[in-house]
């Protein structure tokens, strides 16, 4: 049995450090929130996630797991923290986190230790920024320390199911830090381990969610375009994905999470003048919440609106996580330029803003705008709609189940409607 450690108790590095322990590894999760630990050290989790708070009451009955603020000597060190964007032309990588999580683990690295980087990063940051960092302390990378870059690819609400089943690209510095990489990862893994170098696995975790924002921009792009010909663009996309080689993703608000509105821009820092089409799918899919502001106003203007509900903060459904959630901005903008009122709900989120009753959310509301496509909000009831002033509802996540309803429906499908009712009024 090996001595693991995890640098960050987040989304990734808590289900990851969970793993190792139920594996049998003695495993300390190290998070620089005294609250987070002290929580989790009393069997309690902050965040959703379906099946680790379970998780870790196992392995704290094992004594395989415990959290604390401070690192201490281990075999190997896992470093899962933020990598954020700055506030710059291309939104390039901020490394503070990644840097502090490094230094902090540097005094007590010995010989023999491995240290993987699980945090998304740009392309050459292992070689270039941490093999420094560590090499600075006299250890010879490949030789006396171990250095890899793992990223994952989980989904949330899957993320345990999906750290064990899901293939893993384990990108060493050298040809025996993959093959270390690879030998811890096996001890819970069951998918597919795929040795490479460091630089080719960073790049390869940014292309991943690179394409799939590219691919939503299409069909964001696509609900302008049957916005300004009139035309339902839903049917288009189901027609067009009837194509054996075809497959249109869903249009939404926008994109959200920690990935996909975040690792293309690293990609475009490393390499500006040769991401011409990462950086117009990013200012397409950046441009979403402004568009639905748009139209909300139009439809508002139409209906002679003063109240809006909005329903959903997260960036996706069924999970609590808000980070660079299209919603918020949606909720941003509305604020700022529009004098309606504004009731939010969401289930899954708990933030000050939120109003924690469906009931009183929807009280004489003139529209429901669905943000985030959560279960509770495919059948929303007419005892629901009751609770409204007028029943207009604008889903851009194309959750609800409308058949039968009374409400006035309105999809990113047919947003067109709006327009053409405004020019009949």
């Known amino acids: 049995m090996s001595k693991l450690m995890t640098i960050g108790l987040g989304y990734i590095g808590l289900p990851t450090a969970l793993s190792f322990a139920k594996s049998g ?22 965040l959703e996630e379906p099946g680790v ?62 240290v993987i980087i699980e945090s998304t990063i740009p392309p050459k940051t292992t070689v270039n920024r941490i093999q420094p960092m560590i090499e600075s302390y006299g250890f010879v ?17 899957k993320i345990l199911w999906e750290l064990r089943r899901n293939n893993r690209i384990i990108g060493g510095v050298t040809k025996r830090c993959a ?27 940014l292309m991943e969610n690179t394409y799939r924002d590219i691919n939503i921009a299409i069909a964001n792009e696509l609900v302008k375009v049957g916005d300004d010909l009139e035309i339902d663009v839903l049917k288009v996309i189901e027609m067009a994905n009837k194509h ?18 975040v690792d293309p821009y690293f990609v475009v820092a490393a390499s500006p003048e040769n991401t011409e089409l990462i950086q117009t799918a990013r200012a397409i899919n950046s441009n979403m919440p402004t568009f639905i502001v748009q139209k909300t106003k139009q439809l508002m203007d139409n209906i002679c609106g003063k109240k809006i509900t909005i329903f959903g903060l997260a960036y996706k459904g069924n999970i609590d996580d808000i980070r660079e959630s299209p919603a918020i901005e949606v909720l941003r903008l509305l604020k700022e330029t529009t004098n309606y009122e504004i009731s939010v709900y969401d289930p899954h989120v708990q933030i000050d803003q939120l109003t924690q009753n469906k009931s009183d959310a929807l009280r004489n509301s003139d529209l429901v705008l669905i943000l985030t ?4 909000f495919k059948q929303i009831t007419e005892a629901d709609f009751s609770h409204m002033k007028q029943r207009y509802l604008l889903d851009t996540k194309q959750v609800y189940e409308h058949s039968n309803s009374s409400v006035h429906y309105y999809s990113l499908g047919d947003i067109s409607r709006i327009k053409q009712e405004k020019l009949s009024v």
């Not at 959290?67 to 923290?81: H, K, L, N, R, W």
């Not at 249109?248 to 994109?255: K, M, S």
Request: aromatic fraction near 6%.
């Open 25 to 46: 590894e003695e495993v300390v999760g190290v998070d620089i929130s005294s609250e987070i630990v002290s929580q989790l050290n009393q069997g309690i989790v902050h």
């Open 53 to 114: 708070a379970e998780l870790l009451a196992e392995v704290l009955a094992d004594g395989t797991f415990r959290a604390s603020t401070t690192p201490e000597q281990a075999d190997v060190f896992i470093i899962s923290v933020p990598t954020p964007n700055q506030n710059d032309k291309y939104h390039s990588c901020d490394f503070q986190y990644v840097d502090q999580a490094v230094q902090s683990i540097l005094p007590f690295l010995q010989k023999g230790n491995t």
């Open 141 to 157: 990378v490949g030789e006396d320390i171990y250095l890899v870059h793992c990223p994952e690819r989980v989904l949330p609400g």
């Open 179 to 205: 093959e270390k990489g690879k030998e811890i990862y096996g001890k819970f893994v069951e998918g597919e381990l795929i040795l490479a170098g460091a630089s080719e696995a960073e790049l390869s975790k």
């Open 244 to 261: 054996p080689r075809v497959h249109i993703h869903q249009p939404g608000p926008g994109v959200g999470g920690h990935c996909l509105a």
């Open 373 to 376: 496509d959560h279960a509770e």
